[in-house]
């Protein structure tokens, strides 16, 4: 289902109030320990997961009335290193936002490069699912733009992180567990196909072309 009007997402972060934060924190906001414990464990999750990777942790303001939906937000760079020569953009503070029965999602966006446009995107999809849309394996967002200059692909389609694995996706917590779930950057055509034929049909598209999914440019495959 399409979730996210472009207008939505047109109010985006201040590019200059992301800034790398070292070690614990968060200690100097008003969290509770059960939400302070389990964002620092989706890090460590991601930290110990990309080992010989760099791990840069970013926090910022998603901007007036926004900070309150996803409070506890970081959003970890992952650099290329021994499990990917791609960048990865992931977020550790949706789980404890919205969390229900110890169960609950964080998000990653996988790239060619190292991009501010992407650290907005990855936030601003963790505040959509935070502000009340609760988006799930197999949903699509309409990013109201390319989501890189000169890309066919607009939309976002929510997928199991094939890229990376189960290793990456199961994420233990203290109090439960996340699933750390892909946001794939697809173009308008192949949701309207997706609408059409499924979500698995579309996927069979995608293997037998053989997209490199982190190819800004890549054609359409319908």
Partial sequence: MVLLPSRQYRGK???????????SGWHDRAVSDARLLAAEAVESHV????????????VGDLGPGRRDAVPDLRVLVVGPGPRSGSWAYVTAGCWAAMEEDGRGFEF???????DQRLIDLIAMIAYYHCEGHQLALEHSIPIGEPWVPGSVCDHLLISLPYLHGPGLEYCPLPSGHARILWALPVTAAEIEFRRREGHEALEQLFD????????????SVV
Avoid: M
């Avoid at 972060?13 to 070690?23: E, I, S």
């Fill in 47 to 58: 930290r110990a997961f990309f080992e010989g990777h760099s791990v840069e942790a970013l």
């Fill in 108 to 114: 990653v966006v996988t790239a060619h490069v190292r």
């Fill in 208 to 219: 037998e072309a053989e997209i490199i999914p982190t190819d800004p440019f890549r054609a």
């Fill in 13 to 23: 972060p201040d590019r200059n109030a992301w800034l790398t934060v070292h070690g």
